[in-house]
């Protein structure tokens, strides 16, 4: 899912190619009807969802005097709303089989408000307050909740064009992410799926995590 289908389609084709089936969905993630709309669609085609993953961010660094109402609320609503929203919607039939996983990715901003950073620090905040009280009231019905906090930038070629004067080595590599699938025939974008994640998924219930980081090890926190 995404906003723009764009990003969509490479994905789906090398998840079609591979032999796998894939569901590409354009929604809105700040609209209950959008959010609401985009599931009918992933349950009535691919079936329920066993996982869910929140990746949704939005970063508007200004001071507090600089912000406008509508950029504060919109990274709120990105950053938080739309993770309330969607764990509405998978959660019902997550909850009647008695298992599912629930991933949200937040921010050091989760844990630390810094100066200019009051936008993302709210809904990073409320992200991770969302992550705790669904844990505390969903893991005895089977259902794992982790937050993951990501602290810095992944080193991809779009990060690349926003920050080109960064050295390498102060970025997250993909490659460290990386679960390297048996499979020779599946594509490069899915032996890069976030080993990390992965193993979160994969944890038995008598060892559930709550929530991790992962940062460079050159990044101050």
């Known amino acids: 899912m995404a906003r723009n289908s764009q990003q969509l389609t490479q994905i789906q084709s090398e998840i079609e190619q591979s032999g796998g089936k ?6 809105d993630g700040t609209d209950p009807a959008s959010v609401k709309a985009a599931f009918e669609q992933v349950s009535s085609q691919l079936g329920a969802p066993e996982v869910f993953v929140y990746n949704a961010g939005a970063f508007q660094k200004a001071g507090i005097l600089e912000l406008t109402p509508e950029q504060f609320e919109f990274s ?21 089989r008695g298992r599912g996983t629930i991933l949200l990715t937040g921010a050091t901003a989760a844990v630390k408000g810094s100066a200019k950073f ?21 893991s005895p019905q089977g259902i794992h909740v982790a937050h993951i906090i990501i602290d810095g930038m992944i080193n991809t070629q779009r990060v690349r064009a926003m920050v080109s004067e960064a050295e390498e080595h102060t970025l997250l590599a993909p490659e460290a992410f990386a679960q390297r699938l048996r499979s020779r025939s599946v594509p ?7 080993q990390t ?16 980081d992962l940062r460079p090890a050159v990044e101050k926190f």
């Not at 894939?22 to 929604?27: C, E, F, I, R």
């Not at 490069?188 to 976030?194: D, E, N, P, Q, V």
């Open 76 to 96: 709120w609503k990105v950053n938080c709303f739309g993770a309330f929203l969607a764990v509405q919607q998978v959660l019902p039939a997550m909850v009647e």
């Open 197 to 212: 994640y992965w193993q979160l998924y994969q944890q038995d219930s008598t060892a559930w995590t709550l929530e991790l």
């Open 22 to 27: 894939a569901l590409s969905v354009t929604v």
């Open 188 to 194: 490069a974008g899915l032996r890069r799926f976030a």
């Open 118 to 138: 009051a936008a993302l620090a709210v809904g990073k905040f409320g992200l991770r307050a969302l992550a705790q009280s669904l844990a505390r009231e969903f």
